[in-house]
């Protein structure tokens, strides 16, 4: 049976004073199991520090994975953009790998006006220059291109489970509540989670759903999709029903939460996979 660790996308507001060290205690005095370090901003970490948190994390047995900067574009018309955008990746995968961290997820591109499959070309070219640049470093971390929640954004989840197949070792960051608006609140039922799961495992093995990273949380859509995240108690994404084809399929891996009240939301999260883990 697989499992599912939970927790927040970067240090829980309860945290005091409010650093990454701190964040992975009050995780563990909590009950959550999961933290991802949000290099969303800019990768602000060394080694010592680095160093510091695998200790903690080890420690209070909290894992961790890790969210590259918001700053990448591995399509952008301007090559210095894109060298730019794997230098942010890979620092990121180098400074997660020292915390130890087993993911590091991203927003790969956005489309512009270039056809789906060309961009497609494109990124599957950069993302292999950086698993080799990896390779090279030994750097220990799996890259996890994340489902965007936007048309205007590269990063279906089924290109990201063809990326997967083209580069072995690669496998996506499901973001439900992406997908949901995305599709402008279509993908939006038990089924649709399952045939998602499904594509995973027919795709790239039954592996795959034992090292799932995912975020999930409330969101808000418009037209142009992804808005904003909302707590739990406010969206229509049925989240209950995304746990339960999770718990049905056995998958296992982390579960990022990141809702506007992180540890509030992370703990509802929690309590309803148990609930639907042990019955």
């Given amino acids: 049976m697989g499992r599912l660790?939970?927790?927040?996308?970067?240090?829980?507001?309860s945290a005091q004073p409010r650093t990454t060290a701190n964040g992975v205690k009050r995780l563990a005095e909590l009950g959550l199991e999961h933290m991802e370090i949000e290099f969303v901003r800019g990768v602000k970490m060394g080694a010592g520090t680095a160093q510091t948190i695998k200790e903690l994390a080890e420690e209070h047995d909290i894992s961790l994975t890790v969210h590259a900067p918001y700053y990448v574009n591995l399509n952008s018309a301007?090559?210095?953009k894109i060298e730019?955008?794997?230098d942010r990746i890979v620092q990121a995968a180098r400074v997660g790998a020292w915390a130890g961290a087993a993911s590091v997820t991203f927003h790969a591109a956005y489309y512009h006006n270039d056809a789906p499959e060309e961009v497609y070309r494109r990124v599957k070219h950069h993302m292999l220059?950086?698993?080799e640049r990896l390779d090279r470093e030994n750097i220990a971390i799996r890259l996890s291109p994340e489902t965007t929640g936007g048309p205007s954004q590269f990063g279906t989840l089924e290109e990201l489970v063809r990326l997967g197949v083209d580069l072995p070792g690669v496998y996506p960051c499901v973001d439900f509540s992406h997908l949901y608006a995305r599709s402008l609140g279509q993908f939006n039922s038990y089924q649709h989670f399952a045939q998602a799961l499904e594509l995973i495992r027919g795709e790239l093995g039954a592996e795959a759903l034992q090292a799932q990273h995912i975020h999930l949380s409330g969101i808000e859509y418009g037209p142009k999709g992804e808005k904003r995240h909302?707590?739990?108690?406010?969206?229509?994404?049925?989240y209950e029903e995304v746990l339960q084809a999770l718990a049905d399929y056995d998958v296992a891996g982390w579960l990022t939460c990141e809702s506007p009240i992180l540890e509030e939301d992370a703990l509802i999260l929690q309590e309803v996979y148990n609930r639907l883990d042990i019955t």
């Avoid at 660790?5 to 507001?13: E, H």
């Avoid at 909302?230 to 049925?238: K, M, N, Y």
């Fill in 5 to 13: 660790r939970i927790g927040t996308a970067g240090i829980p507001d």
């Fill in 78 to 80: 301007e090559p210095e």
């Fill in 84 to 86: 730019a955008s794997k």
């Fill in 129 to 131: 220059d950086m698993l």
């Fill in 230 to 238: 909302l707590p739990l108690l406010e969206t229509e994404l049925r």
